[in-house]
Structure formats: C-alpha cells, structure tokens
C-alpha cells in the first residue's frame, strides 16, 4: 500500500512536539499524530486547529447512543470575564455539517438546538411532544418553553444556546408570534397571512437581524425577538394547526429536513452541503467556533483544586517531583480528518468514529486448511451501517438479579443495535449460528409480554433507538459446556478481600459476590468479640458452605469454624470471640484473624485487625474523621504511616531500546505478627499499559518476612521514544499503599 508521512518538529511554548501527517493510498481519511516529546509547563490546555470554511453549517457530534447538534463554542474567550466556553464531549467524531436543515426554496439552513414556544405548556405542550421527539431522533435537541415564560439563550444561566426558535401557533394564538410579526417588514407579515389563507396552514422562517455566526458571541444573550432565526407553524384553527404541527415532525422524522416559506432571507447564511469532521479514540474535547474553525483537546495540564491533591501519606510526585495532573511525560495522540459531500450521515461518519477509535483486530496466519470458507461473517447486519452493532453478549445477567447460573450461549445470545441514522430503519439480522427470536428485549435481556417472535429475521427500529435482540443458536452450534472460558473468570489475588471499596480498585470484584461476608468491629484492641454477618445475594439458590476463622498460633476464636446454610436473600450474623495467646503480650505488634468462606472458585474473607501494645499503627477503618477542608488539602508529608507493610525498595529507572526486556522488583518487609496477603498493580500512564504486566498479581508475606513482587516490562519493537513513568499499588485488608513513581525511558 502506497503511504506518505509528513513529519513535523516544533515547539510551543512549553511543549515540544511532533506531527506526523499520515495519507494511505485508498483511504479516505488523512491520519494525525500528534506527540508531546516534552513538557514542562502548568495551567495549559494543548488543542490542535483545523480552520474550516463551509458556510451555514453547524457543529455535529456523536454522544453515546446518538448524533446530535451543537452550538458553536467560544475557546478563545478570556474565561475570567467569560467563564462558559461551550466546550463539549464527543465519543468518536465531531464535524462541522449539519444534522436537520430547513428547505427555504432558494437554498437549506442548518439547525441544531431548538427552543419550542407553545401558548402555554399546559394546553399547548402535548401536541408538540412528538415534534420535540423527532427533532431529539435526528439529532436536534429542544427546549419547550412557553410564551409568557423566560427566553432560553442567555449564557449567564444556560448551559448552551440555540440557533433557531420554533414558534407554535400564530399571532392569534401564540404572542410571541404576533410580536415577532410586529417587528418584521409588512412583505413577511403579509406573506404570513396568504400562505395561511391558501393553505390552512403555514411555515413562515424570519431571519435573525444578524447571522447565528455573528451573533454567537462571550457573554452572549440572545433572548431577544430577532436575536434568533424563527419558524412560525400555524393553522387557521386548533386542528389545522395540530395537523402543522404533525406534518412538521413527520419530515423531520423521514429525512432530517422539512419545507419552509422563506419570503426574505436577511443576514441567514444558507448551508453549503458539506461536512469536515475530526475522529478520535476518547480525547477530551472539542470546540468549533463561530468561524468554522474545528478545535480539538489533546492535554489539560492543571495546579487549580484538587489536581495536585495526594490524601494519603507519603506523598507521591511524577519523578521530575511534579503533581501527576501537570502531565510532564510523553504523549502520543492520535485522530483523523474525514470530509465529504452531505451531512454525516452521507459520510458515513458513525462508522468512521468506530473504525478508528476500534479498529479490527488482525493476526498474520501461515497458509493452511480449514473449514470455513474463503469469505464469512458470524454475524451480519443488513442495510448495511443501517445500525450499529455494540455488544454481543451470552444472553441473560444472571450475576445482576442474584441468579446461580451461568450466561450461556447455548441458550442464546444478545445483540444490542442502535440505530445510526437518526431515521428509522428495519434491519436484518443474521448469524449461522442461529435465528433471530426477539426483538423487544429490555436493556436488561428481559422480554416479558414485549417478545416478538421474528420468523422474518428483522428487527424494527425507531431514530436512534436503542434495540436489544436475542438470537437463539441451532442446534449443536453453541458452544460445549467443556469449552474453555476465554479470559480470567476469578480474581488473580486470593482470597478477595470483602471491604473491596476499600481498595479503590474499581468496581466489585469478579462474579460480585453473590455471597459478602463482614466481621464489625474491623479493629479491636486485645481481646474482643465482633460481629460476623454472611449475606447471601443469590435469588434462586441455597448457598451452604463452611466459614473458617484463621487466627494467630496459640490463639482462641470461638467458633473456630461454623457452616452456613443461606435460603434465597439470606443472611445469618453470629458472634465471635477472639482472645490472644498469654504469649502476646510479650510479643506487642499487629495480629489479624481473618474470616472466610469459599464462594464458588473464588475464597472471600474479612479480616480483623488486633493491635496489641502497637499505638503506632495504623488501622484501616474506623478513624477520627478529618476535618474537611484539612481532608481536601490532602497531604504534605514525605513520611509514610506505619501499616505494618514497609516497601523497603523498588528498581530505580528503567531505559530500555524496542524488543528489549527488563524486570520492575519491589521489595516489601512484613513487620506485623502475621501473614499478609494482598493485590499489587503497575500503575503507569495510557500509552505505556502495553509495556507492562501483568495487570494485577497477588502476594503472601509472612510474619517478619521480606520478599520481592517482579512485574515485567517489555518494549514493543515498534514503540517509539519517549519518556513516562511507573508505580506499584499494593492492596491488603484495607490498606492501599503506593511505591514512588520511577521513569520509564524508551531510547
């Protein structure tokens, strides 16, 4: 394949740089990368700039789910006097383009956010209810205001503005209309009134007294009666003026544009059909301001509150000393250009966002035999991109209702489709491994009365609506029950502490727990008695098993072991005694009993912290609260608290070339009376998550001992040069404790 790359070095201000600028042969994107080699500066926001010049058109970008459009932003407003920049979020792409438009005869103007004013809301409100929805479905979303109420398009107390307002009712019905027509040349009012006459019912578009454009300003206010273009939808009475309004939603919700009588244009820039869009795989955000001009965030580098904030001591810096949110490392950030004739929907940029940002997954294979043909597809949706397919899943969440089984996909399979067009569209699904049998599933799975059975293979579906189909597989395709589960199915660190928030490791812990178990108090000082409750989450099962206390040699827990029989929902809480040896008095320090249950594949323990003439010690929970604004501050000290668990050392640096391997050690010292047992992860910036592993890994230290946790770095040999960093996390009964960050050089 035929590739040029244009390669450019600069800097600005703080940051060096390289763009490489990438053509493919037969590719109908232009490729970017742009890496910060270096940076060392703070407070500085890094965009990249496409200047853009398509007259009438309005910002676009894809949400979860939809296409919707936006107002243009302000990036290079001074924030101090105009604090609201409008910058937004986009999931894979923003473009400017248009996503509905207004036929006006002599050419289309885009619009993208409506404000609707009806009468009144309580009369008038539910005959535009589905004009607000398919404006929503084609991607233009609507306030519905009423006409003694507030104007919307004041940036002082709204979150965005709109370009256009739709005006329900005429000067009769509605007031706005007839001030509106007030304020207009007699050329628009009387065109008003002989459409109305000849047709029974009217779309009259009044220009603003100045363009969109120019009018989209810092601070802006545009509430005012020709501060916005209008649309008047009017009937010579109640029900022609229901039938307006339903003929408008209806071409709106057939093509994503609706005729007009336009009998002065003004200032309105009309729309050149074309659209320039920037795809991207989850970069922070993007501005397109009043000029056409595409902006697009790569890097936000912040001291403001609370970046910079460390709560727990020692506090951890990158290695150059900098707080972590000041970003002083290597970046790699990568998007592309896509431009063609049309809105979005004629670029095809729903698909272009998910090639890139997931592009398919390739494996280079030696020629051999097989038994698929030359050209197949598990599975295919017809019209093509008519929707996008999101999940493939074993149908079912058994784990999320509490149920004991497993997902299988021999009792069918779940394929979630949005549609992609904002249109509506019926779609063909087909798998050779089954047929199609609902459509009409909930997010859920979950059919209900709402299962359709679909001996056609179709699924039906409404603008941007979400559809979740379930394909039942033919007989002797699914997979064996012998099969091997791809993927880890159990956490790497045994046994999995049940306080797993107290870890801050994210949500719960493989299979969730569908049986928890918790000793109260978590602390106890000498001898004691806690708590100890085990609940079961499953709805459709008994749980039985054997709780074992596991407590220090010489120790006395009463029960030592205790077995438990759980009905659906259930849950059993009984007490505990512990009472140290004689010997311990004489041996002071931090001792644990540990509770715990086997849970299916998994064990899951609580754990009790004894302190026995050991002050000094930290306990997890509970503590005297900090105050909060002490608490927002974070910490300033350099010493750790005693734990119990000492990182004693960890390698130094790493600089490695490609294809070169190396080992990160951290070493620990086990100074409490007993085992610990917990979870280390590599924590390191995106970009080097690949060099790194494994992702998590348990380790065992017992009392007095000091042992080593390796994880391995290898550097791809296509990785590039650069300069990050790397840090350890280590897990255990509540405790979370972080090693310095070390650099991490590719030469």
């Not at 200047?51 to 990036?75: K, N, T, Y």
Request: glycine share 10%; net charge negative.
């Amino acid at each position: 394949m035929f590739t040029v790359v244009v390669v450019v070095t600069g800097t600005v201000g703080e940051v060096d740089y390289e763009q490489r600028i990438t053509l493919w042969h037969g590719l109908d994107r232009v490729d970017f990368r742009t890496r910060v080699l270096d940076f060392a500066g703070a407070d500085r926001l890094l965009r990249v700039k496409f200047p853009v010049d398509i007259p009438g058109a309005r910002p676009v970008s894809e949400v979860a789910g939809a296409v919707i459009g936006r107002g243009f932003a302000l990036p290079d407003s001074d924030v101090a006097a105009a604090p609201w920049t409008l910058d937004n979020p986009a999931n894979t792409f923003f473009a400017l383009g248009s996503t509905a438009t207004l036929d006006l005869g002599a050419g289309s103007v885009a619009m993208s956010v409506a404000e609707v004013v009806v009468a009144d809301l309580e009369h008038s409100g539910p005959e535009v209810r589905d004009l607000v929805v398919a404006l929503a479905r084609v991607g233009v979303t609507a306030t519905t205001t009423s006409a003694a109420g507030a104007r919307y398009g004041w940036l002082h107390v709204d979150s965005n503005l709109p370009d256009i307002r739709i005006v329900v009712g005429g000067p009769d019905v509605n007031p706005l209309a007839a001030q509106i027509l007030e304020h207009c040349d007699a050329a628009i009012r009387d065109e008003f009134a002989r459409v109305l006459k000849d047709r029974g019912a009217v779309r009259l578009f009044v220009p603003a007294e100045v363009p969109v454009e120019q009018a989209w300003v810092p601070n802006a206010d545009l509430r005012g009666l020709r501060a916005l273009p209008v649309l008047i939808v009017a009937g010579t009475d109640a029900e022609a003026q229901t039938a307006a309004v339903a003929e408008l939603a209806a071409e709106f919700a057939a093509g994503a544009t609706a005729a007009a009588t336009a009998p002065d244009l003004g200032t309105t820039v009309l729309l050149d059909q074309h659209t320039v869009g920037l795809v991207n795989n989850g970069l922070p955000g993007f501005a397109v301001d009043p000029s056409g001009a595409l902006h697009l965030s790569l890097m936000r580098s912040c001291t403001g509150w609370p970046s910079g904030v460390w709560l727990d001591p020692p506090l951890r810096r990158a290695p150059d000393g900098s707080a972590f949110q000041l970003q002083h490392w290597t970046h790699d950030f990568d998007y592309a250009l896509v431009s063609g004739p049309g809105d979005w929907r004629a670029v095809d940029l729903v698909a272009a966002g998910a090639a890139f940002s997931a592009p398919m997954l390739a494996r280079q294979e030696a020629t051999h035999r097989g038994s698929l043909p030359a050209r197949h597809s598990l599975l295919t949706i017809t019209p093509e991109r008519a929707a996008q397919v999101t999940a493939i899943k074993p149908s079912g969440n058994p784990e999320s209702v509490g149920s004991a089984l497993d997902a299988s996909p021999e009792l069918g399979f779940m394929v979630r489709l949005v549609e992609s067009a904002g249109r509506g569209a019926t779609v063909a699904v087909r798998s050779p491994l089954g047929t199609l049998s609902s459509d009409r599933a909930d997010l859920l799975e979950e059919c209900g009365m709402r299962c359709e059975v679909r001996a056609a293979g179709s699924v039906q579906m409404s603008g941007a609506q979400i559809s979740t189909a379930i394909v039942v597989p033919h007989q002797g395709s699914g997979s064996s029950s012998s099969t091997a589960v791809l993927g880890r199915a159990v956490e790497p660190a045994q046994p999995v502490y049940a306080r797993y928030w107290l870890h801050n490791r994210g949500p719960a812990p493989m299979g969730f727990l569908p049986v928890s178990v918790a000793a109260t108090p978590a602390v106890l000082d000498g001898a004691g008695e806690v708590s100890v409750a085990v609940a079961s989450q499953y709805t459709d099962t008994t749980f039985e098993g054997m709780l074992t206390v596991e407590a220090p040699d010489g120790w006395q827990v009463e029960p030592e072991s205790r077995p438990v029989a759980l009905e659906p929902g259930g849950h059993t809480v009984f007490p505990l005694s512990v009472t140290p040896s004689p010997e311990a008095a004489s041996a002071p320090g931090l001792y644990f009993v540990r509770v715990r249950m086997t849970v299916g594949d998994s064990a899951v323990e609580d754990v009790v912290s004894v302190l026995i003439g050991a002050d000094d010690y930290t306990p997890p929970t509970p503590g005297k609260q900090v105050e909060p604004h002490i608490q927002t501050q974070g910490t300033k000290s350099d010493t750790a608290r005693p734990t119990g668990l000492e990182i004693t050392s960890i390698t130094p640096s790493l600089t490695l070339s490609p294809g070169e391997r190396a080992t990160l050690r951290v070493g620990l010292a086990n100074h409490t009376r007993s085992r610990i047992d917990g979870e280390a992860m590599p924590v390191s910036p995106w970009g080097t998550w690949d060099f790194i592993g494994p992702y998590a890994t348990g380790f065992s230290l017992d009392a007095g001992a000091e042992s080593e946790i390796e994880f391995e770095v290898a550097i791809p040999t296509t990785a590039e040069p650069g300069h990050w960093w790397a840090m350890v996390k280590l897990m255990w009964f509540g405790r979370a404790q972080y090693t310095t960050a070390v650099p991490v050089v590719v030469r």
